[in-house]
């Protein structure tokens, strides 16, 4: 099983961008589909995007679209979720994980992973 590990959150202001990796050190993330998810102060943890194992699918939950892009870096073995037009309401501790089922809205929003959760990187956005 992959040990994940999540790098690239810090503090924006609103309508800022930040670039978020998951990599993996021992194996290959090709084989998987990989997920990302957030969690905030108080609430729940809930999915965000994923990217299917083998051509590309992708999902994103209706509150990222279109300022959130989910890809994968095949020469790095990671996974990065580009985050444009920065909200106040996306801060959040962010996770990846690879995902127990397929890249749909069922597939992330279950929230079942494979493994364990990582420590995420935390995700701040305030003016």
């Known amino acids: 099983q992959a040990q994940l590990v999540e790098s690239g959150g810090g503090l924006v202001h609103p309508g800022g961008s930040l670039r978020l990796s998951c990599a993996a050190s021992?194996?290959?993330?090709?084989?998987?589909?990989i997920g990302w998810f957030r969690q905030a102060p108080g609430k729940e943890r809930e999915g965000v995007s994923c990217?299917?194992?083998?051509?590309?699918?992708?999902y994103y939950t209706d509150s990222v679209k279109g300022r959130f892009t989910i890809s994968r870096d095949n020469g790095k073995n990671a996974v990065t979720l580009q985050m444009n037009s920065l909200k106040p309401e996306d801060t959040a501790v962010y996770y990846c994980?690879?995902?127990?089922?397929?890249?749909?809205?069922?597939?992330?929003?279950?929230?079942?992973?494979?493994?364990?959760w990582g420590q995420g990187t935390q995700v701040t956005v305030s003016s």
């Open positions: 994980a690879t995902l127990l089922y397929y890249c749909t809205a069922y597939g992330i929003h279950s929230l079942k992973i494979r493994g364990d």
């Open positions: 990217i299917s194992s083998s051509d590309g699918v992708t």
């Open positions: 021992e194996s290959t993330l090709d084989y998987y589909a």
